[in-house]
């Protein structure tokens, strides 16, 4: 059983920049690929961006490619998510996901987190 906990969601202006945290209670973070997906209000819940277990391989949706990195620190079972230029579209509730192998698709994954509210005012 992995448990995910992510940190870092806020009310920022439009422009901003955040920095999403996720933390998993295993120790074998490193045999997981991570993903990071959002769920604005009222929509379904979508990728945002992946990487593999080495963090050598990372994928973005095209919302997400050129604004957003996310990266990982294995010795800190650490998942992050590196916001730019956010706009009110980015509004969203940001969920942190671990699985066999990086994925942007939400059923490659096996764990969730709880998420963290991003708020993005214009």
């Known amino acids: 059983q992995v448990q995910l906990v992510e940190s870092g969601g806020a009310l920022v202006q439009a422009g901003a920049s955040l920095r999403l945290s996720c933390a998993a209670s295993t120790r074998t973070f490193a045999w997981y690929a991570m993903g990071w997906f959002r769920q604005p209000p009222g929509k379904e819940r979508d990728s945002v961006a992946a990487?593999?277990?080495?963090?050598?391989?990372?994928y973005y949706t095209n919302s997400a490619k050129g604004r957003f990195t996310i990266s990982r620190d294995n010795a800190k079972n650490t998942v992050y998510l590196h916001m730019n230029s956010l706009t009110p579209e980015d509004t969203a509730v940001y969920y942190c996901?671990?699985?066999?192998?990086?994925?942007?698709?939400?059923?490659?994954?096996?764990?969730w987190g709880q998420g963290t509210q991003v708020n993005v005012s214009s």
């Open positions: 996901a671990a699985g066999p192998a990086a994925t942007l698709a939400k059923q490659g994954y096996d764990y």
């Open positions: 990487i593999s277990r080495d963090g050598l391989s990372t």
